[in-house]
């Protein structure tokens, strides 16, 4: 896999991999929303047993997508013909969970972000009983910026990830 950081649960069961370039991406998307609000969708590929997501895009927030100081819906226009063409190409990939910008430091998830992210997980809709919630924030002019990632096992309660001591 290319450069990517890896983000653990407490308990290493859970790993999420996020490539540096993919949230360059996201760093991009957030430039015209600096003082909203934003989101999209995660794409990539979770292991067969579950317990490894590997993120491998992030899409910008569609065009009817609402922005506002302190929240964000995503809308919805042209992701299902998106999906159907990431699930049938060679290299499959999939519906894996949402990204989302807070223009405070604060990178934890709201109670609507939570409220929003269990809904997905028990949506059959989504297809998708693991999703994941990264959230990204201004951290100064350096990179890499604040990063959150919390993942919504279906039926479970949520569980944050971090990224590992570097060694």
Not at 25 to 49: F, M, P, W
Not at 51 to 76: C, E, H, M
Not at 121 to 135: E, H, M
Request: hydrophobic share 40%; glycine share 6%; aromatic share 10%.
């Amino acid at each position: 896999m290319l450069e990517a950081h890896k983000w653990e649960s407490p308990d290493r069961l859970l790993t999420v991999y996020l490539p540096i370039r993919v949230l360059k991406k996201i760093c991009r998307l957030c430039t015209h929303h600096l003082n909203t609000e934003t989101g999209g969708i995660l794409v990539g590929q979770y292991s067969a047993d579950g317990r490894i997501a590997k993120i491998l895009n992030a899409y910008p927030p569609p065009n009817d997508s609402v922005f506002g100081k302190w929240w964000f819906v995503r809308g919805t226009i042209g992701l299902a013909v998106k999906l159907i063409q990431l699930w049938e190409s060679k290299n499959r990939q999939y519906y894996i969970g949402e990204w989302h910008y807070h223009p405070s430091c604060d990178v934890s998830p709201s109670d609507t972000d939570i409220q929003q992210m269990i809904a997905i997980a028990n949506s059959n809709n989504y297809k998708c009983d693991k999703p994941i919630l990264l959230i990204i924030g201004p951290k100064g002019t350096s990179f890499p910026p604040a990063v959150s990632i919390t993942v919504f096992p279906n039926a479970s309660a949520p569980i944050v990830l971090s990224l590992p001591p570097a060694t």
